[in-house]
């Protein structure tokens, strides 16, 4: 149990584009979801959190409108990176916590396998 | 603001080496502290979880310590092997479940 997924795994885009990425928690219904971005050889760096049904938490100096957050239902949320520069290509990895109840344990962060973002 | 710092960033081992990884935080005031394995590429496998109020916890070769007076955390590995080549990450968390993350230690054992 306590599966993530997240798609695309890797995806290349135009300057100035958008891009969606989706996480799902495929087994278990998640509460919270968590957007991370992470640079090459660096740690990972918590971007927002995001709950089912209300708006999500960004941290400080993410900007919210370039990263929209999405967390439609207890199952899926998405990242949108609007307009797309260079400087936005990273690695960006999701995770999901769980409602109580059940064999998951709601202390911790599933992780996702991690989006590989190219802007060319 | 909580920091966390690993040492050493990088390892190079022979395979049956025994080894320490080492993590430090600046806020003793956490929620859990977790030890995580990143392959390249990959997204993250939970390895070993401590409650705040533990001292320690064991999964087959793998030991974790926990100061929190002292903030300190250390990842022991027996009888390393090939295998456990990867990036190991330290993360705390507070009760909101924010975790932040060291920056990680690459571990390279050689056959």
């Known amino acids: 149990g306590a599966v993530v997924s997240q798609h695309p795994s890797r995806v290349i885009c135009k300057s100035g584009t958008s891009v969606k990425i989706e996480c799902r928690s495929l087994?278990?219904?998640?509460?919270?979801m968590f957007w991370y971005r992470q640079f090459p050889k660096k740690s990972l760096m918590l971007m927002a959190t995001s709950n089912e049904g209300s708006k999500a938490t960004y941290e400080q100096g993410v900007e919210k409108d370039k990263f929209l957050i999405n967390h439609a239902s207890l199952t899926l949320s998405t990242l949108t990176v609007t307009s797309a520069h260079p400087e936005d290509s990273s690695f960006y990895i999701c995770?999901?916590?769980?409602?109580?109840?059940?064999?998951?344990?709601?202390?911790?962060?599933?992780f996702g396998p991690g989006t590989r973002l190219t802007v060319l | 603001k909580q920091e966390v710092t690993q040492i050493p960033a990088a390892l190079s081992v022979p395979e049956g080496e025994n080894l320490v990884l080492n993590c430090s935080f600046t806020?003793?005031?956490?929620?859990?502290l977790q030890w995580f394995r990143q392959d390249p590429g990959k997204g993250l496998t939970s390895l070993l979880l401590i409650q705040s109020s533990q001292r320690e916890q064991t999964s087959g070769r793998l030991n974790a310590s926990l100061d929190k007076s002292s903030g300190r955390s250390t990842l022991y590995i027996a009888a390393s092997q090939p295998g456990d080549s990867a990036t190991y990450l330290c993360a705390v968390s507070n009760q909101g479940g924010k975790l932040i993350f060291g920056q990680g230690t690459e571990l390279s054992v050689k056959p």
């Open positions: 995770s999901a916590s769980r409602l109580a109840g059940g064999l998951v344990r709601t202390d911790t962060q599933y």
């Open positions: 806020d003793s005031a956490i929620y859990n």
């Open positions: 087994d278990f219904q998640a509460t919270t």
